[in-house]
C-alpha cells in the first residue's frame, strides 16, 4: 500500500466495473477513501466491499443515475457526508456507440449524449461546492481518444467524448479564475480491456476475445491495447498533489496512437 492519495476523498461515478473499479482498487492501494455510484449498485457495492475487506472504511456504494440531476445533489450529499468531505471527482461513467450518421437514431444519439455529456455537466457542476470547501480538489473526466480523432462509424460518441474534451477545459478556466484550488483534467484512453469492449467485438463481427483484441490493436504502435491499471496509474496521479500545476489538459494513453 502506498500513500500517493493519503487523506484524499474520491467520488467515482461507473465504480461498478471497468476503468471504475480498477481506478476505486488503486485509489484505495494508495491510501484514498472512495465513494463509488453506479447504475448498478449491487456491482458498487460487491466492489465497496472488496475494498472494505482490505481497509475499514475505505469505500461505500450508491446507487447513481447519472443523467438525473436530483439524483447527483442527493449522491453529493451522501458522499460528503459518509467521508467528511470530498476533493476528488472522477466523471467514469459512460456508455459506447457503434453505427454511421445514417444508421445512428436520433434516440440513441440523445442517450449517448445523456450518459456520456450531461452526467459530466451535472457531475462538474454540483461538486464544485464540496471541492471547493475541502481543496486541493480534483476533477477528473474519462474522455477518450475517440474525442480527438474522429471515425466514420461513431458519430454520437466521438462528439460526446469531444464536450468532454473541452468542458474539461472550460471547467479548469472557470476554477483557475475563481481563484478556486480546482484543477479539472480528462483523460484519454484508446481501447482498454474492459467490458465495453465487447460490443467492439460484436461490430467487428468477432468473437473470439483474442482475435477482437489483436484487431484493435493493428492501428496502436505499441502494438496491443490497454489494460484497466494503464488508466488507474493515470487517475492516481491526477489526482494526487503531484499534478498540483497540471490543469486544463488532455491525458493521452493510447499506446502512441496520436503520434501518428
Not at 477513501?33 to 453506479?38: E, I, K, N
Not at 457503434?98 to 450518459?115: K, Q
Request: net charge neutral.
Amino acid at each position: 500500500m502506498g500513500n500517493r492519495l493519503a487523506g484524499k476523498k474520491a467520488v467515482i461515478t461507473g465504480g461498478a466495473s471497468g476503468l471504475g473499479a480498477a481506478m476505486a482498487r488503486m485509489y484505495v492501494s494508495e491510501g484514498a477513501q472512495v465513494a463509488l455510484t453506479d447504475i448498478n449498485v449491487e456491482g458498487a457495492k460487491q466492489v465497496a466491499a472488496e475494498l472494505n475487506a482490505t481497509r475499514k472504511g475505505a469505500a461505500s456504494a450508491f446507487a447513481h443515475d447519472v443523467t438525473n440531476e436530483q439524483q447527483w445533489l442527493s449522491v453529493l450529499e451522501q458522499a460528503n457526508t459518509e467521508m467528511g468531505g470530498i476533493n476528488i471527482l472522477i466523471n467514469n461513467a459512460g456508455i459506447g456507440s457503434m453505427g454511421s450518421i445514417e444508421d445512428e437514431s436520433l434516440a440513441n444519439w440523445d442517450r449517448v449524449m445523456r450518459v456520456d455529456v450531461d452526467s459530466v455537466f451535472l457531475g462538474c457542476k454540483h461538486a464544485i461546492k464540496f471541492l471547493k470547501e475541502n481543496a486541493p480538489a480534483a476533477i477528473i473526466n474519462m474522455s477518450s481518444i475517440a474525442g480527438l480523432y474522429a471515425a466514420g462509424t461513431m458519430p454520437a460518441y466521438n462528439a460526446a467524448k469531444a464536450a468532454v474534451w473541452l468542458l474539461s477545459k472550460s471547467v479548469a478556466l472557470h476554477c483557475a479564475a475563481s481563484k478556486y484550488d480546482i484543477r479539472s483534467n480528462s483523460i484519454h484512453p484508446v481501447f482498454i480491456r474492459t467490458p465495453i469492449l465487447d460490443g467492439m467485438g460484436k461490430a467487428l463481427n468477432v468473437e473470439n476475445v483474442e482475435q477482437r483484441d489483436k484487431l484493435l490493436a493493428r492501428g496502436i504502435p505499441l502494438g496491443r491495447i490497454g489494460e484497466p491499471e494503464d488508466v488507474a496509474y493515470a487517475a492516481v496521479y491526477l489526482g494526487s498533489d503531484e499534478a498540483k500545476f497540471i490543469t486544463g489538459i488532455e491525458l493521452k494513453i493510447d499506446g502512441g496512437m496520436s503520434a501518428k
